[in-house]
DNA sequence: GATAGTTGACATTTATAAATGTCAATAAAA
DNA sequence: TTTTATTGACATTTATAAATGTCAACTATC
């Protein structure tokens, strides 16, 4: 069970191997990523590396797109109503000068959260970023802490 | 004070007014709401009539499209996020059964919500519809319920 | 009761987001 | 050490969402 997980979160495809499985152009790829849809691992040469976990999650980005009709920055909004606040348990003061709790328009994987819990932390790790590797999933956790 | 809030709500703009004063065509106004983006009031002969509220709520609504470049199938998932339940504090079964609780991709007052407590509501009227008629306000419930 | 505005349905146009193309520098593999 | 892949930056193309056009039946206003 660990072992699949640790191997579904291994970076092992490098960017034309990822966009061969997702049917995509390397650029679109490379789109996204710079949208801040998504954190794919980088080498220490700067060289991209797509885990099987990062290749669901952009399946799920290409649906939103390409099914749903939702524009790139209407996913972008989308992930900045995720109450990472909640997920991470972030303190008052944190919030206030974080602009994932304050922000629109963007993730909070997006920022670099200067002067919080989150400043150091490699948001591709972060549970914020992981939970949200299936589709759909926002509403849930919105239901999930409304309790 | 209440005087103003009934005139902001009182529907006396006939579409194309509407339409004028938010420099729209009056088709692209009915586009948006056979989308499900707002709900005008009508008249007992079917002819929709807008409030300063709802010009105030389409702004937002074309601001996002145009400024900040979502989708309006962005804008209805958006609006799918809005916690009702928790606006409303509808029950658990209710809850089970309500598209608006469990769907995905449309704002709740674009179902018809059969056997809950919403059933036999006008959408138009409800706090869950009323309270974005602002923008950017669905951040700020979601962080208001996760206290 | 004549003129102007509204409705819904279907068709067409346009604006632009999303996707590719090109290229020179750098890194990997063969 | 030559060939193949990746990077970032800028330019161009294309797919399609958003916006209009048209029309015949219905409603309001004068």
């Known amino acids: 069970m660990t072992e699949i997980n640790i191997s579904n979160k291994e970076p092992i495809f490098p960017i034309s191997a990822a966009a061969k499985l997702l049917n995509i152009s390397v650029h679109t790829l490379r ?8 954190i794919p691992y980088k080498k220490d040469t700067n060289q991209r590396s797509y885990s099987k976990a990062d290749i669901e999650r ?10 749903s009709k939702i524009s790139i920055n209407g996913i972008k909004t989308i992930y900045s109503l995720i109450p990472c606040w ?3 348990k ?6 206030k000068k974080c602009e994932g709790y304050i922000g629109h328009g963007k993730p909070c994987w ?16 972060c549970d914020v970023y992981n939970n949200f590797s299936e ?13």
Chains 1, 2 share one sequence.
Not at 31 to 38: D, K, S, T, V
Not at 110 to 125: A, F, G, I, L, V
């Open 31 to 38: 789109m996204y990523e710079r949208e801040g849809l998504f």
């Open 90 to 95: 972030c303190s008052e003061e944190d919030r």
């Open 110 to 125: 997006s920022y670099s959260h200067p002067n919080t819990m989150c400043e150091n932390k490699n948001c591709r790790e």
């Open 58 to 67: 952009i399946k799920c980005i290409r649906n939103a797109i390409n099914e």
């Open 135 to 147: 589709c759909g999933k926002v509403k849930e956790l919105i239901k999930s802490i409304s309790r």
């Open 86 to 88: 909640q997920v991470i």
